[in-house]
């Protein structure tokens, strides 16, 4: 018996350390309808109700990973404010998964953390204090997602919906097939936000702060309609020419950090900088191959550089400023 245990645990193990350690990263693509998401752009939900959005955030949590046929991987402490304002690239980490089938996690913030302090929270955590505030008090805990615009056919009546409530703190889960390249799973789902209002009567506007109503019905359209794959999982872009991407130094001192790509070919890319919790810092385009190009970075932190080719990132790394 004994020996019949050690031979399934060193199974286990050697299948377990067979699959290659590959960074991964979500990439939720903003939207309306099939096209960009871009705030107070006047859009129609399913039931021909005209509305523009001037506010959407929401959290993500407890995100798990479906790949290499029957595993799965929980992504440990982590709770992502997504601001559908700006562009939103959450780093899962380093792992040993080299296909995604799915990938699964909830909307809004577990209940063990629902009714903690913002305030015990450092500046920079998703569940810090806000402004506007992502928070309802502590019986209520946080806002699940703050959705707010205006409707109706001229576009003159307030629509605000904050959903929260431990009872909706619903999972959805997405299906997938995207593999590893060049070290990199780059997760891509489209967030449709002409469905959030799905079935909801915004005509004569709608305000509801709360766990129920159309409140309650927001948290269910994000649950079951907002989220899709996107086109671009299963996208291959073609970056043999490319010999390196380099940041120097590394760490570097504040205003001294340098990109360099090294090309068989003088092409030209985007190089995206994001923070620690992947929000936007800035977007370089037409960054030209063998020529050091400066990044003016004058805030000291943790930063990720993104190199990006056929709107697809390629290439990923980490630049420490101090």
């Given at each position: ?168 703190y619903f999972k959805t889960s997405i299906d997938m097939n995207v593999t590893a ?7 891509n789902l489209d967030a449709d936000y002409t469905r959030v209002i799905e079935n ?14 159309p409140a309650k019905k927001a948290l269910e359209n994000f649950r079951d309609y ?97």
């Amino acid at each position: 018996m004994k020996n019949f245990l050690l031979f399934a645990l060193t199974f286990c193990l050697l299948n377990v350390s067979s699959f290659a350690q590959n960074s991964i990263k979500l990439n939720i693509h903003h939207k309306l309808g099939d096209e960009a998401f871009v705030m107070q752009t006047e859009a129609t939900n399913n039931l021909g109700n005209r509305f523009n959005v001037s506010r959407l955030q929401y959290y993500i949590s407890e995100i798990s990973i479906l790949h290499n046929g029957t595993i799965e991987t929980k992504i440990k402490d982590l709770w992502v404010l997504v601001d559908a304002a700006g562009e939103t690239v959450v780093d899962l980490g380093m792992h040993n998964i080299d296909a995604i089938e799915g990938i699964r996690f909830h909307i809004g913030v577990d209940q063990e953390h629902n009714h903690s302090d913002p305030a015990s929270y450092p500046n920079g955590h998703a569940l810090a204090p806000k402004f506007p505030s992502m928070h309802w008090g502590w019986a209520a805990g946080y806002r699940f997602i703050a959705y707010e615009g205006n409707g109706g056919n001229f576009l003159n009546q307030d629509c605000e919906l904050h959903g929260l409530g431990d009872n909706n703190y619903f999972k959805t889960s997405i299906d997938m097939n995207v593999t590893a390249a060049n070290n990199e799973i780059l997760i891509n789902l489209d967030a449709d936000y002409t469905r959030v209002i799905e079935n909801i009567n915004v005509n004569s506007g709608v305000i509801l702060h709360g766990d129920n109503g159309p409140a309650k019905k927001a948290l269910e359209n994000f649950r079951d309609y907002v989220f899709t794959a996107s086109d671009n999982a299963t996208s291959i872009v073609d970056f043999s020419e490319i010999n390196g991407f380099n940041l120097y130094p590394n760490p570097a001192n504040v205003g001294s950090a340098f990109i360099a790509i090294e090309a068989t070919q003088d092409l030209q890319y985007q190089v995206v900088v994001y923070d620690v919790l992947g929000r936007e810092i800035q977007s370089l385009d037409n960054v030209k191959s063998n020529v050091p190009m400066a990044l003016n970075l004058n805030v000291a932190g943790l930063y990720i550089i993104s190199l990006v080719k056929e709107g697809k990132s390629v290439i990923t790394k980490k630049l420490q400023v101090n």
